[in-house]
């Protein structure tokens, strides 16, 4: 059983979060607590497997209740927060929440495939610090020389802290666009742009129909639309979900191969599933430069390791790694 501290200064939303995560059967709701320092108290006292966390409390607010937990309890964190604190519950992810969900979707209008998401989400990031390390070793393959146009970029899981140390390396003279894929709850892209913007001197943009793309942007992709490139610049698809996701990494990685051909890197980190997996492969066969990041840094391994399993990786690299490496490559470097 995962034991479960909810925190959260409504009692009909911790009512409702309970009756979620028992209805599975894996969970055993072992305390809850209507602010941040009773939830501090309660998590170091109880050690719980998993706390889930509201940000806007009395007392303690949710941001300072994880710092003091994640330096006391070896615990995981998901943040269950409205769509009006969405920036700060980015924030939380660099604090130590591993993931967020937004408290409208609790509702019994889930859809059963959802609600299957969600939960197994939950028993991957319980399972984490469990885990064992280092099954894939770091891989750095020679690729041919050739000049890089693009960098496209897939994250599911964990992605925002790994993004946030990501593009924070970054220098604001990248001489390439990237493109992102990130994984996020609907209606929460915008409040995504703007937390990551602050952690880049890179431009951070939300994906807009016929935007030309230009060097040392980054252009993230909206919730509940595929993101293509072509010659006419970005352009939406709006498709049925591609191996449960809209947006797709597996999307935008083929159409900017097709586009792009040799001159594109593409990057898959952390995450759960197999998205970006099948775009690895399409850019691997235009001639691209593909990389993975490895399992020691993900929070998540499912998205690095299917691509890992394709075959077709050149790189398998450490979280800290991959910006250097985007660097020298988007200088023309191999």
């Not at 998401?117 to 399972?127: A, D, P, R, S, V």
């Amino acid at each position: 059983m995962i034991k479960t501290l909810i925190v959260d200064d409504s009692s009909l939303v911790r009512t409702i979060i309970r009756d979620f995560l028992e209805s599975d059967g894996s969970f055993e709701i072992i305390a809850e607590a209507e602010n941040g320092l009773n939830g501090v108290t309660q998590a170091k006292l109880l050690k719980p497997d998993l706390v889930t966390m509201d940000i806007e409390m009395p007392v303690m607010n949710g941001l300072d209740a994880i710092v003091e937990i994640k330096a006391a309890v070896n615990t995981a964190i998901v943040v269950i927060s409205t769509h009006d604190t969405a920036k700060m519950a980015y924030e939380a992810t660099v604090k130590g929440a591993h993931e967020f969900f937004a408290k409208d979707i609790f509702t019994s209008q889930m859809s059963e495939q959802r609600r299957e998401e969600i939960i197994n989400t939950l028993k991957q990031i319980t399972g984490t610090k469990k885990r064992s390390q280092g099954l894939d070793s770091v891989k750095q393959a020679a690729v041919a020389s050739r000049k890089i146009n693009a960098i496209v970029i897939a994250a599911s899981t964990g992605g925002p802290m790994a993004l946030c140390q990501l593009f924070t390396a970054l220098p604001g003279e990248l001489s390439v666009p990237i493109f992102l894929v990130q994984h996020n709850t609907s209606g929460f892209d915008r409040s995504f742009v703007q937390w990551l913007d602050e952690y880049t001197p890179l431009n951070v943009c939300l994906a807009e129909e016929g935007t030309v793309p230009v060097k040392g942007s980054i252009y993230v992709a909206p919730t509940d639309r595929h993101m293509i490139l072509g010659d006419k610049g970005i352009a939406f698809d709006d498709g049925e979900p591609v191996n449960n996701q809209k947006p797709a990494a597996d999307i935008l990685f083929k159409s900017a191969a097709e586009f792009y051909g040799d001159g594109l890197v593409s990057v898959v980190l952390t995450g759960m599933g197999s998205d970006g997996a099948e775009g690895t492969r399409y850019v691997k066969q235009a001639g691209g430069v593909t990389i993975a990041q490895d399992e020691a840094t993900s929070m998540i391994y499912g998205m690095p390791q299917a691509a890992v399993g394709t075959g077709c990786i050149d790189m398998i690299l450490p979280l800290g790694e991959i910006p250097k490496r985007l660097v020298f490559l988007s200088n023309g470097n191999v």
